[in-house]
């Protein structure tokens, strides 16, 4: 069993970066493909990125490509989101998830993910 706790949410202006982290527990997180999720009031969840257990493949959603940057430092079972630039459609809640131990390589699917933290508030004003 995974628990993540998710923090670094805040409200920011447009055009403002802000660092988002993830912290794992009960699990060996180095062995996982991980990822960031968000869903915004009324719409779908939506694909930030993911990252494959060495940290040294990435993907990311199209919306967030050259903005975003994915990190982790498995010695501390953490994962980061950089979120640089913001637009007021990036305000959403924020997940992060461990992907399913047979999932080997960055997935953009949600339904490759098992575990989920609750999510932390990201608010980007105009």
């Known amino acids: 069993q995974v628990q993540l706790v998710e923090s670094g949410g805040s409200l920011v202006h447009a055009g403002g970066s802000l660092r988002l982290s993830c912290a794992a527990s009960?699990?060996?997180?180095?062995?996982?493909?991980v990822g960031w999720f968000r869903q915004a009031p009324g719409k779908a969840r939506e694909f930030v990125a993911s990252?494959?257990?060495?940290?040294?493949?990435?993907s990311y959603g199209n919306s967030v490509k050259g903005r975003f940057t994915i990190s982790r430092d498995n010695a501390m079972n953490m994962l980061y989101l950089q979120m640089n630039a913001l637009k007021p459609e990036d305000t959403a809640l924020y997940s992060c998830?461990?992907?399913?131990?047979?999932?080997?390589?960055?997935?953009?699917?949600?339904?490759?993910?098992?575990?989920w933290g609750q999510g932390t508030q990201v608010t980007v004003s105009s």
């Open positions: 009960g699990g060996n997180f180095g062995t996982y493909v």
């Open positions: 998830a461990t992907a399913h131990y047979f999932v080997r390589w960055v997935s953009s699917s949600a339904s490759d993910y098992s575990y």
């Open positions: 990252i494959n257990s060495k940290g040294d493949a990435t």
